[in-house]
């Protein structure tokens, strides 16, 4: 029941992934065109970048920290499509307009149990699963065999990117490089945060490219 997986980014030539330098090299909108043709039942983001872009600026802080102990989930309501966050220890609070973009947290069983009842009584879904961290093997299943999610877009950061590679789960690379290059140091890359030195390259075979404007447009099969 697992969702067919499918890491989608824009990055710069030299494989940032800076979302305000995309932004400039990235006029014509391109990557959400892409995104678009791509049909995802269901977007996921890492925590920094949803801290960035869609949550409130301050962070979410249990008087009790009883952790749920336990895998569980909620579903506010059923959707046919969900927008995912990643947000392992439960520290993002939510903006009304949460609830428009049928959104779903996906934190581990170590979070505090008052953190569910803040989402659920702001309309929001949720899944807990993974002793300590979140198990992604066992949550995408969940997506699948729970929220009927079928098509799961991988859209950021790198570490979150990073951690669904390491973890076997991707079917596909939909890599889009603008005209431009950052050159600045320490800036996320398309995939990162792996910590494992000898960790061995990640093998892709080339299905198709596609010119759009200004942008190269790449989808790799994952070889499994």
Known sequence: MKPYIICHMMSSVDGRIDCTMTAEIDKTDAYYQALDRLQFDAVLEGRVSRQMHHALPEPFKANDKTPIGEEKYYMAHSADHYDIAIDTHGSLKWPEDALD????????????????????????????????????????????????????????????????????????????????????????????????????????????????????????????
């Open 101 to 224: 973009n049928n959104l779903l947290v996906i934190t581990d069983e170590q979070c505090p149990q008052e953190y569910y009842r803040y989402l659920t009584a702001n309309g929001i879904s949720w899944i807990a699963c993974g002793k300590k961290g979140i198990d992604l093997c066992r949550a995408v299943e969940i997506l699948g065999e729970k929220f009927g999610v079928k098509r799961l877009g991988i859209v950021g950061g790198g570490h979150i990117n990073g951690a669904f590679l390491q973890a076997g789960l991707l079917d596909e690379v939909s890599l889009m490089i603008g005209g431009g290059i950052d050159g600045r140091a320490g800036m996320a890359a398309v995939f990162d945060g792996i910590r494992q030195t000898d960790y061995p390259p990640t093998m892709l075979t080339l299905n198709n490219v596609e010119r759009m404007g200004n942008t190269v447009w790449m989808k790799y099969s994952v070889n499994k």
